[in-house]
């Protein structure tokens, strides 16, 4: 290389590593994911290696990707927010030849100048000790020969790789630390994660439950029809009688013995973790949940009837930016009337609101954590009577679950509370004549866990303080639906984010108005941009 040239990418490389800025000091720190890597292998059978991946990087178009996000639990652990690394864990230290001692391996993106000109600074393998706290870090490309031998391992922990990943130029990308955990670990061309879950079951079944486990296996084989070929798994379902599924169990056992790769741990063990909050978790979750609340107060405020959709998906997202929130937790979703009735409306393309209502379902992600709010205002200030009286079945319907969601609950109660309400409701209006039907217009579950994930990983197990879950009945009638037409294209949704504690409930995003009242006046309040205009365009 040219002398100048080197000189040149030198200085290039200094500039951007030395350049002090101000950026946010509230992320989770160091300690939080250290600690967090300690609760993993804790939880870990004896004699395991957890293998985990970064996200993959998205393409968007020609030589656009999508912004990139990291994947969750290789955030939670690591707090790593680059791709193409991999992180290996064991459930006991390792001493390599030297008689050195260590527990975890880390291997990120190698520093390199002119990659770093065009795509941001990266921290190396130097950034990753001084910032994240590892001892062991080494760039991508030593994975490849460093002496791990994965066979020694009881299990070898992975999530299976379900997302896309390209082969890119350079080596050490994704697709490469893939291919070479794959090639050391002896992963067998057609590993199905799903046939080995079901392999497992088969492994442990007992004469109680052989009945169970058959049903299951073939609940799978509909919905994967790639099991259905599948030998084993037909001739389980097949057996009819005892003696040939203990035949089939014995022959399961013995490939269940040939393999140490498994698919099911980790996922169990994050879900296990992740459910429940740290202080330091919560600090940033509330953040998030603050900004959206009061990116739906300023609506509220500014929301006229000549609104595009665009538009006011644009002032919650603008004051998410304000407070610093770095993306959306999810696409948002703003739809006029009808189109609020579409459970997961995108476009938000509507160019005028008129005199619906308006159901604006967003949460801003806070240094990784996401709110998820929804409200639904009337776009004119005020609550038709139509509106109104079904606003108020999901208000009280969401009121019923909020109050469900009580330590020892189980999952499922905050929406058996608020399926009642809402059955109830819409039986007194006429809307449904039978109990049964209230599904048409309630057809989505009240409860998900939140957190790093909008659908946060979590047991779905009975409630314990310090998870944070939603509460988001709704009513939602569409054009043509088979009730009285001056119900058509009423879309209610009320979503709230709720602390389980030992004391009851804690409503974190309570903030925004909830009641037809309450959001009548704060939708008289002036707003700023009542007077910020732009100029017309041709
Ligand atoms: N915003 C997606 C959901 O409410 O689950
Ligand atoms: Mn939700
Ligand atoms: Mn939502």
Partial sequence: MPKYI???????????????????????????????????????????????????????????????????????????????AVLVLFSEAQTDADGNTFDELFYVQERNARAEQWTGKRLGVEGAKEKLGFDMVFNGSDFENFPLDFKAFDHVSFVDFHNDYRDKSGSADLFD????????????????PVRNELYKRIAAVTPENSKEVAETIERYMERYPELQEDDILNDFIG?????????????????????????????????????????????????AIEISAVGQIEVMKAMHPNMSETEIQGVHEYVYKRYGAEYEGYPSIVGGGHNGCILHYIENNKTKVGDDL?????????????????????????????QKAIYDIVYNAQEAGIAASVVGASFREPHKAALDVVTKGLLDLGIIKDAKDARIYFPHGTSHYLGLDVHDAGTYQAFRPNQVITVEPGIYIPENSDCDEKWWGIAVRIEDDILITENGPINLSGMAPRTTEAIEEVMKQPSPLDSFKLPKLD
């Fill in 358 to 386: 308006v159901l604006m379902d967003l949460g801003a992600e806070y240094h990784g954590y996401t709110a998820d709010v929804t409200r639904t205002i009337p776009a004119n200030g005020k609550f038709s009577p139509e």
């Fill in 177 to 192: 630390l893939i291919k070479t955990f794959k090639v050391k670990a002896n992963y067998p061309a057609d590993y199905n």
């Fill in 6 to 84: 080197s000189c040149l990418l030198c200085t290039m490389f200094l500039a951007i590593a030395g350049n002090s800025q101000d950026l946010p000091t509230d992320y989770l720190p160091a300690d939080f994911h250290k600690e967090r890597r300690e609760a993993v292998r804790a939880k870990l059978p004896p004699n395991t290696a957890v293998v985990l991946f970064a996200n993959a990087e998205r393409n968007r178009a020609n030589d656009v990707d999508y912004v990139y996000h990291q994947d969750p639990n290789f955030y939670y652990l690591t707090g790593y927010k680059e791709p193409n």
């Fill in 239 to 287: 057996a009819n009688n005892e003696g040939i599924r203990d035949e089939v169990k014995n022959k399961v056992m013995v490939i269940q013995r040939s393999t140490n790769l498994d698919s099911s741990i980790l996922p169990k063990v994050m879900a296990e973790l992740r459910q429940d909050k740290t202080p330091e978790e919560m600090k940033l979750l509330k953040r």
